[in-house]
DNA sequence: TAGGCCATCTGGTCCT
DNA sequence: AGGACCAGATGGCCTA
């Protein structure tokens, strides 16, 4: 935007009593105006920005040559900015700024004595000077604005590998195929919601209701990917089979209920490095990589179970509807508790074993919440800590194989958010 | 070639 | 003051 047309906008907005940008009073886009002015046709964004290289700066650099975290841009040991003395970028030294910054400072001075740089004797207005940009602090700014780029690129690096570890632990990893992370966030959501399913119901459900679970929501192809890698065909209507009718055997419910990992990658993938991922403590607590469970196995003694659920308030009961009042039909004893209630604090203890607990229930303590924070192991650890109730442990921890693997899921979409 | 996806830069805002 | 977080802008890569 122009000197003019700030201006221009400015006054307009002033005669109208309004803003021109939202939370940008019209004086202050003056003055801004003349800020920009003032800093001599140095903008900070756009293809003429020093801050940015000209041309190709993102993807090319880290795609084809991978920048080193924290290194220093190529471009900016030979981009000088605007109007800048290109000496100065020969002599970078610190000395050489604090000497700026005080001759700097001394000017500053001597003008606030001598009422204003013309000199007139009239005294300065404080909120009306301007700092002049000096090589020092431009270089200031610079070396701010490089360690910033920094942060947030780590920041997103890290958010993007929570997104890969909740890619592993979704089914359908495809290998040829990565799944976006928009599509991943909708398919974790729906595989949350699936299971949720299934232990609500204790009882085998449909192959094709499931993957139908799965596929809410998601785009064509990355649904038709889901039921190829699911070794279904994806049919949006139609008959619903029984999966018996339709798969018969158990093999089929293994590769519906079982995430990849934990098929192929058991103990090896990023939740076999211990921390808060929480596989790694299903794998080697199920026997060290074995696969997971067979799903009948949770199924029966669910269904032997007292109902423990409470369904999902049926206002918003489609996956399909985001943002909206969406949580997993399956609030068990307080294990779950997405987005109704909201992560709660301990109620003034830990679990047995030390570990801080959250979300669940803990056999002992009756109301401790565990399991969903850190996976698994967690409630686990709740479990085995309490040696008097043994035929409730078995079931319990028998029934945890399920739990844990939802808890999982769980986990690395609460990681992928907290991120 | 258009559109989707992504990485990065950037400035603003909020919090410690 | 400095860092985290956020959203907008930009441009590259890939695929239909």
């Given at each position: 935007m122009s000197l003019q047309e700030m201006v221009f906008l400015s006054v307009s907005a002033a005669l109208d009593g309004s803003s021109v940008t939202p939370g940008l009073k019209a004086s202050d886009m003056l003055t801004s105006a003349l800020a920009e002015r003032t800093l001599e046709s140095t903008p900070t964004r756009g293809p003429d920005s020093?801050?940015?290289?000209?041309?190709?700066?993102?993807?090319?650099?880290?795609?084809?040559?991978?920048?080193?975290?924290?290194g220093r841009p190529e471009w900016l040991g030979h981009t000088p900015g605007p109007g800048r003395d290109r000496q100065h970028d020969r002599v970078?030294?610190?000395?050489?700024?604090?000497?700026?910054?005080?001759?700097?400072?001394?000017?500053?001075?001597q003008e606030e004595e001598?009422?204003?740089?013309?000199?007139?004797?009239?005294?300065?207005?404080?909120?009306?000077r301007r700092r002049r940009v000096t090589q020092a602090?431009?270089?200031?700014?610079?070396?701010?604005?490089?360690?910033?780029?920094?942060?947030?690129?780590n920041r997103m690096h890290g958010l993007n590998h929570a997104l890969d570890a909740l890619r592993r632990a979704v089914p359908c990893p495809s290998r040829t195929q990565k799944l976006?992370?928009?599509?991943?966030?909708?398919?974790?959501?729906?595989?949350?919601?699936?299971?949720?399913e299934v232990l609500s119901a204790g009882k085998r459900p449909d192959l094709l209701a499931f993957v139908q679970t799965l596929c809410r929501g998601l785009s064509q192809p990355t649904a038709?990917?889901?039921?190829?890698?699911?070794?279904?065909?994806?049919?949006?209507?139609?008959?619903?089979?029984?999966?018996?009718?339709?798969?018969?055997?158990?093999?089929?419910?293994?590769?519906?209920y079982t995430p990849y990992r934990f098929r192929h990658d058991a103990g090896t993938g990023p939740?076999?490095?211990?921390?808060?991922?929480?596989?790694?403590?299903?794998?080697?607590?199920?026997?060290?990589?074995?696969?997971?469970?067979?799903?009948?196995?949770?199924?029966?003694?669910?269904?032997?179970?007292?109902?423990?659920?409470?369904?999902?308030?049926?206002?918003?009961?489609s996956p399909t509807c985001d943002g909206g009042a969406l949580s997993p039909p399956l609030h068990y004893h307080g294990i779950f508790s997405l987005k109704h209630e909201g992560p709660s604090e301990p109620e003034g203890h830990s679990d047995p074993d030390g570990t801080r607990c959250r979300f669940g229930t803990c056999r002992r303590?009756?109301?401790?919440?565990?399991?969903?924070?850190?996976?698994?192991?967690?409630?686990?650890?709740?479990?085995?800590?309490?040696?008097?109730?043994?035929?409730?442990?078995?079931?319990?921890?028998?029934?945890?194989?399920?739990?844990?693997?939802?808890?999982?899921v769980q986990d690395q979409f609460y990681t992928a958010f907290q991120q």
């Open positions: 020093p801050f940015r290289p000209s041309g190709a700066h993102c993807k090319v650099s880290t795609k084809s040559q991978p920048r080193e975290p924290g970078p030294d610190g000395a050489r700024e604090a000497e700026e910054e005080e001759e700097e400072e001394q000017e500053e001075e001598d009422g204003g740089p013309e000199g007139d004797g009239l005294p300065r207005r404080r909120g009306l602090r431009w270089d200031r700014v610079r070396l701010r604005r490089i360690e910033a780029n920094t942060r947030e690129r976006s992370k928009i599509e991943t966030l909708r398919l974790a959501r729906n595989y949350i919601w699936a299971l949720s038709s990917l889901v039921a190829g890698c699911l070794q279904l065909s994806a049919r949006p209507s139609g008959p619903e089979p029984r999966v018996e009718a339709a798969f018969p055997g158990r093999a089929t419910f293994d590769t519906v939740c076999a490095s211990g921390g808060h991922e929480g596989g790694s403590s299903v794998s080697s607590a199920e026997g060290g990589g074995r696969p997971f469970p067979a799903y009948s196995a949770f199924c029966g003694l669910a269904a032997t179970y007292q109902p423990f659920y409470e369904r999902a308030s049926p206002e918003c009961s303590f009756g109301t401790c919440r565990c399991a969903a924070a850190s996976g698994g192991a967690a409630l686990r650890r709740c479990a085995a800590a309490d040696a008097h109730v043994p035929y409730d442990v078995q079931l319990r921890e028998q029934f945890l194989t399920a739990q844990d693997q939802l808890n999982i």
